[in-house]
């Protein structure tokens, strides 16, 4: 900390969400920011057993004392952040920038047809047509939204005043650095870059008020959707070892593969990682489960969860 940075290392579904959720409770940040593309996402976090599910807000929703902000680059499906805004009782503390770009019908309507959703495997989210719109400049944004009114904040401005007083941050990416438009394997990538430059550019801070980039890689690899997997194993071969999963927005079955060096050592470089988390280690060495780390970059005792 101060100000840091979390994204996906792989194809997302690394745990970003529960890593940001420890952070935040660990950490007590004035602020959380959500980067990444809108709510093709799904973060779970579990707290005192019960599991809790966002895609709007950010992961550190928990944090009663953490202010919760969307960045411009973010999309909104309006019906879906509300409930959430509910849902964590967060009316408070929740804001969103004036030019997030709004999800419509339409939108949704566009993503879930043959191409891009059976040949590239979206979400059917929206997300990519809603993006498309933004870049023809016809997209609607949060300030034409009555529901959004009171919601609306100058994010980049409430970010770096923070940061100018020394405060917490996290900024929050979404997916995974090899879902990114420009750094996965086109076309079966998301609607726009996702790698810790991207996600810091969503929010509205620049590169040299960053402190930690924090990469978050699974101890195997998943990817949900059409593309390219190395080495990937078959499902009865991921249900012998313990690796089925299922996405938390569509349900669908996750694609499996072991943990990928050469992707990982191009994703340290693609984000410029000065931390790493690695989730799932009791999954893939069921010898760890239980076992405590040190980490040695903060001298926090770390818990494997
Ligand atoms: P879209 O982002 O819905 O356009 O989907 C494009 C690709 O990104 C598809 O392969 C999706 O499965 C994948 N994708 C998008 N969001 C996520 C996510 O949050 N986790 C994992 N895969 C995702
Ligand atoms: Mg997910």
């Not at 997916?175 to 079966?188: D, I, K, M, N, V």
Request: charge should be neutral; glycine fraction near 10%; charged fraction near 25%.
């Amino acid at each position: 900390m101060p100000c840091v940075v979390v994204v996906g290392g792989f194809f997302g579904d690394e745990g970003k969400g529960k890593i940001i959720a420890y952070l935040a409770r660990q950490y007590n940040p004035m602020i959380a920011a959500r980067g990444g593309v809108g709510p093709n996402a799904g973060h779970t976090f579990v707290l005192n057993g019960k599991t809790y599910k966002v895609r709007m807000l950010p992961s550190a929703a928990l944090n009663d004392s953490t202010r919760l902000l969307l960045g411009p680059g973010v999309l909104i499906n309006p019906q879906i952040l509300l409930d959430e805004i509910r849902n964590f009782e967060a009316q408070d503390r929740v804001f969103v920038d004036s030019t997030c770009g709004i999800i419509n019908n339409d939108h949704i309507e566009k993503d879930n047809a043959e191409y891009p959703k059976t040949r590239l495997g979206t979400t059917g989210t929206g997300t990519g047509p809603a993006n498309s719109d933004r870049a023809l400049r016809t997209l609607r944004i949060a300030k034409e939204v009555p529901e959004l009114f009171e919601y609306i904040e100058d994010v980049s401005n409430a970010i770096n005043y923070s940061l100018d007083k020394k405060e917490r941050v996290i900024i929050e990416g979404t997916q995974g650095t090899f879902l990114s438009l420009y750094h996965g394997e086109y076309p079966f990538v998301t609607s726009k870059d996702v790698t810790s430059s991207a996600v810091c550019s969503d929010v509205g801070v620049g590169p040299k008020r960053i402190d930690e980039v924090l990469l978050v890689f699974k101890s195997y690899v998943t990817r949900v959707g059409q593309g390219p997997l190395k080495n990937e194993i078959d499902n009865d071969e991921a249900r012998k070892r313990g690796w089925t999963e299922y996405g938390s927005v569509t349900g669908r079955q996750r694609r499996a593969a072991p943990f990928d060096m050469d992707l990982a050592l191009r994703s340290i470089r693609l984000n410029s990682a000065t931390q790493l988390a690695l989730t799932k280690l009791d999954v893939a060495f069921p010898s760890c489960k239980g076992s405590d780390i040190v980490d040695r970059s903060t001298s926090l005792n770390m818990h494997i969860i």
